[in-house]
């Protein structure tokens, strides 16, 4: 045995870079939700004093940015190793499904994706691969850009819907259709309406997508 080794000197911590602040705040972010999470919760995980993450991040959007960059490049690495084929409509249904996939992986996973700016250029090599597959199908560029952004911006808002309606990982119930039904008890459409838009989510999504996707092959893409 060494000299010395017999005393607790104290370890001094990690160094705390963007990428560790970042993925300490996914996880925390399953734990309190986005209105729980902040630069002090997280400090006190990583345990450091507060101040030591601003020197990497200005504010809370700021993180919000890369967290949800880091989310994208997750994405991006286990869409990549997936083969993705097809003509241009399975493609785009198979990016959207694997974007509501992952956010689904976080609690308000879709809040904290949407609204934010990237902090790098991770998005563009998905994005360059989608919209070249989309112009390989007969889109133009400029329509393809549209077709892309359309059914993302489904994928984005279906999910931020799910996750506000449907039960948490800290143990909601979810929305409470019986309570529902009783007060729209004089509106018999829109009380019925509630189980296709409250429940079987997956259904849902999917049915929308592929909505979504006849309806810019339809009016986007230049007839033959």
């Known amino acids: 045995m060494s000299a010395g080794s017999g005393h607790n000197e104290p370890v001094p911590p990690a160094k705390i870079d963007r990428h560790r602040v970042a993925d300490t705040a996914l996880r925390l972010l399953n734990d309190v939700g986005l209105d729980g999470l902040s630069l002090r919760a997280i400090a006190k995980e990583l345990d450091v004093k507060a101040p030591a993450l601003y020197w990497h991040f200005k504010d809370k959007q700021a993180m919000l940015d890369e967290m949800a960059t880091e989310m994208l490049r997750r994405m991006t690495a286990d869409m990549t190793a997936a083969t993705i084929s097809g003509d241009w409509s399975a493609i785009l249904t198979g990016a959207m499904r694997g974007l509501r996939e992952h956010l689904l992986r976080y609690r308000d996973g879709a809040k904290v994706y949407s609204g934010t700016r990237f902090t790098d250029t991770s998005y563009a090599e998905p994005m360059e691969r989608m919209l070249a597959a989309l112009v390989a199908g007969g889109f133009t560029p400029r329509t393809a850009a549209r077709a892309w952004l359309t059914a993302y911006s489904y994928t984005i808002g279906y999910v931020i819907e799910e996750q506000a309606m449907g039960p948490d990982p800290a143990g909601g119930e979810g929305y409470d259709l019986e309570a529902r039904a009783e007060r729209l008890a004089s509106f018999p459409h829109a009380s019925a309406a509630g189980d296709e838009m409250f429940r079987e989510h997956d259904a849902g999504f999917e049915d929308g997508l592929a ?14």
């Open 211 to 224: 909505a979504v996707v006849a309806g810019v092959g339809a009016v986007l893409r230049p007839a033959d």
